[in-house]
């Protein structure tokens, strides 16, 4: 059993930034791909951001790349997300989610446990 905990999310003007963190508590942290996902109300979970358990994969969506940065700290059982550039279309609300699986996954279907979701809201 993992349990995800995220933080770091809040209100913030376009152009502005944010971190947000994803901690995990459990089983071994370092053997899983994580992954950010966001959803807004009355639309699918869409994903982000993910990395692989070593770090060296990161694949983002097209919406996000060249702004949004992943990366983890496997000592620290901690996955971050940082957010620059930040859009009124980035508003959501942003999952951390952990996934057994041996490759990074782009996915819902992989990952096995989530967080409860931290609001991110970017004015206009």
């Known amino acids: 059993q993992v349990q995800l905990v995220e933080s770091g999310g809040g209100l913030v003007q376009a152009g502005g930034s944010l971190r947000l963190s994803c901690a995990a508590s459990g089983r071994i942290f370092s053997w899983y791909v994580m992954g950010w996902f966001r959803q807004v109300p009355g639309k699918e979970r869409d994903f982000v951001a993910a990395i692989s358990s070593s770090g060296r994969s990161t694949p983002y969506a097209d919406s996000v790349k060249g702004r949004f940065t992943i990366s983890r700290d496997n000592a620290k059982n901690t996955v971050y997300l940082q957010m620059n550039s930040l859009r009124p279309e980035d508003t959501a609300v942003y999952y951390c989610?952990?996934?057994?699986?041996?490759?990074?996954?782009?996915?819902?279907?992989?990952?096995?446990?989530w967080g409860q979701g931290t609001q991110v809201t970017v004015t206009s």
């Open positions: 989610a952990a996934g057994s699986t041996r490759w990074v996954s782009t996915t819902l279907g992989p990952y096995d446990y």
